[in-house]
């Protein structure tokens, strides 16, 4: 994909993002005109003071080249080890394409800027879906990634290969087992605890 340009701030973190040596921006814009597809991809925590402003501006930007739909891909930490997409939309129709592919959020929130931007979508009867890929960890989880990219797609008729994504995955799981058995290995046994009989 082409990189076309980036969101900037002044409320965002001070850092700027190293890929192989080479600076880049921490929240990007790329275009594949052959895919019709623009993608947003942000390597920082949007603040959530800023989520509003932030998605309003994207939203705008999104109308100002006539976008015809948005889909915000998020995760979602829950406690299934199990590779998990949920999925919810700004519209009924929407909601159609997605509800033999996902699990249908029936009730609840979407926090941060993926639900600012639902948000934003909804007001502006723009169509959009959110997919959450759910996630037993704060970091970012590739196996995760991985879930909804196959959701992506068979939505899209895309053909995005998933399978560095599952040996990072792979990787990452054989570390935490190491990690794991290194922290067990190294825990002693408290010793016997001495009694010491009191006289006088």
Do not use: H
């Not at 603040?47 to 309003?56: L, R």
């Not at 406690?79 to 949920?86: D, G, K, Q, T, Y």
């Not at 037993?136 to 895309?158: F, S």
């Amino acid at each position: 994909m082409e990189y076309i340009g980036s969101i900037e701030s002044r409320y965002f973190p001070p850092i700027a993002v190293l890929y192989e040596g080479v600076i880049n921006m921490p929240v990007r814009i790329y275009e594949n005109p052959d895919l019709n597809l623009i993608m947003v991809v942000s390597d920082i925590p949007i603040n959530p003071s800023i989520s509003y402003d932030v998605s309003k501006a994207l939203v705008d930007w999104a109308q100002s080249v006539n976008v015809k739909e948005i889909i915000s891909i998020a995760g979602i930490a829950t406690a299934s080890e199990e590779p998990i997409v949920f999925g919810a939309a700004t519209t009924e129709e929407m909601l159609e394409r997605i509800k033999e592919k996902v699990e249908i959020f029936q009730m609840g929130t979407i926090s941060g800027i993926s639900g600012s931007i639902m948000a934003e979508c909804f007001m502006r009867k723009l169509p959009a879906i959110s997919l959450l890929g759910a996630t037993q960890t704060q970091n970012p989880d590739p196996r995760a990634a991985a879930a909804v990219i196959k959701i992506l797609n068979d939505l899209c008729d895309y053909s995005i290969d998933t399978e560095s994504l599952i040996e990072q995955a792979e990787k990452i799981e054989v570390e935490m087992q190491k990690l794991a058995e290194d922290v067990r290995t190294t825990e002693q046994p408290s010793s016997a605890r001495k009694e010491f009989p009191m006289y006088g």
